[in-house]
T-cell receptor, first 114, second 113 residues
Framework: EADIYQTPRYLVIGTGKKITLECSQTMGHDKMYWYQQDPGMELHLIHYSYGVNSTEKGDLSSESTVSRIRTEHFPLTLESARPSHTSQYLC?????????????FGPGTRLTVL | GENVEQHPSTLSVQEGDSAVIKCTYSDSASNYFPWYKQELGKRPQLIIDIRSNVGEKKDQRIAVTLNKTAKHFSLHITETQPEDSAVYFCAASRGGSNYKLTFGKGTLLTVNP
C-alpha cells in the first residue's frame, strides 16, 4: 500500500548524540517536507525538497540537516542533539502534476532529548 | 510570503451543535485552501479542500466557504459528534506544485457528549 513511513516512531536519547530520523514514501512523490510540531500544535516547516539532490531550508531555522539521494528517501540528521530539539517531527510528501495535489503526512517521530 | 491566521485556537461545543473555524490569508495569489484534521497521537489528514474558483464545497457534515475578496475561508462542521474532537489546521498555497502550503496555527476542537 502506498504510504509514508517514519522510523523510529519514538526515540529517547542523551544530549550530544547524533541521530537520524528516517522518512520513506512509496507514493512516487517528488516533493517531500519535514515539519516540527511543538506541544502547542503548530506545524513548523524546517526542510523541503523538490526532488533528488534538491534541499531547501524551511520557515523555521533548524540545526538539523537533510539529504535527498533517492526519490523515496528523505532522512533528517541532528549532529548533536540537545533538549531544545525535543519535539514531534512529521515527514510529508506531495505529488507533482497539479497545483491541487494532496499533501500526505507520515505518522511522525516523537524525539525526547535528555 | 504567505501568512495564515486561524481562529479560534480552542473551541468547545456540545454534541449536535455546529462548529466554525475561520482563517485569513495574506497572499492574494493563493488559490488552494485545504483543511487537515489531526486526532490525538495521529498524523494530520486532509478532510476537505477548496480551490479559488469555487465559493463553497460540502462533504456530508463538513463544508468550507471561501471569500477571495476578503481573503478568508472557513470550515463548518454541523451535527458535531465526539469523534470530531481533534486539532484542525487550515492552509493556503499558490498554484503550481512547487509552492509550499502555509498552515494556520491550529484549532483544538472538543465535542462534549
Amino acid at each position: 500500500e502506498a504510504d509514508i513511513y517514519q522510523t523510529p516512531r519514538y526515540l529517547v536519547i542523551g544530549t550530544g548524540k547524533k541521530i537520524t530520523l528516517e522518512c520513506s514514501q512509496t507514493m512516487g512523490h517528488d516533493k517531500m517536507y519535514w515539519y516540527q510540531q511543538d506541544p502547542g500544535m503548530e506545524l513548523h516547516l524546517i526542510h523541503y525538497s523538490y526532488g533528488v539532490n534538491s534541499t531547501e531550508k524551511g520557515d523555521l531555522s533548524s540545526e538539523s540537516t537533510v539529504s535527498r539521494i533517492r526519490t523515496e528517501h528523505f532522512p533528517l540528521t541532528l549532529e548533536s542533539a540537545r533538549p531544545s530539539h525535543t519535539s514531534q517531527y512529521l515527514c510529508a510528501s506531495r505529488g507533482d502534476g497539479s497545483s491541487y495535489n494532496e499533501q500526505f503526512f507520515g505518522p511522525g517521530t516523537r524525539l525526547t532529548v535528555l | 510570503g504567505e501568512n495564515v491566521e486561524q481562529h479560534p485556537s480552542t473551541l468547545s461545543v456540545q454534541e449536535g451543535d455546529s462548529a466554525v473555524i475561520k482563517c485569513t490569508y495574506s497572499d492574494s495569489a493563493s488559490n488552494y485552501f485545504p483543511w487537515y484534521k489531526q486526532e490525538l497521537g495521529k498524523r494530520p489528514q486532509l478532510i476537505i479542500d477548496i480551490r479559488s474558483n469555487v465559493g463553497e464545497k460540502k462533504d456530508q457534515r463538513i463544508a468550507v466557504t471561501l471569500n477571495k475578496t476578503a481573503k478568508h475561508f472557513s470550515l463548518h462542521i454541523t451535527e458535531t459528534q465526539p469523534e470530531d474532537s481533534a486539532v484542525y489546521f487550515c492552509a493556503a498555497s499558490r498554484g503550481g506544485s512547487n509552492y509550499k502550503l502555509t498552515f494556520g496555527k491550529g484549532t483544538l476542537l472538543t465535542v462534549n457528549p
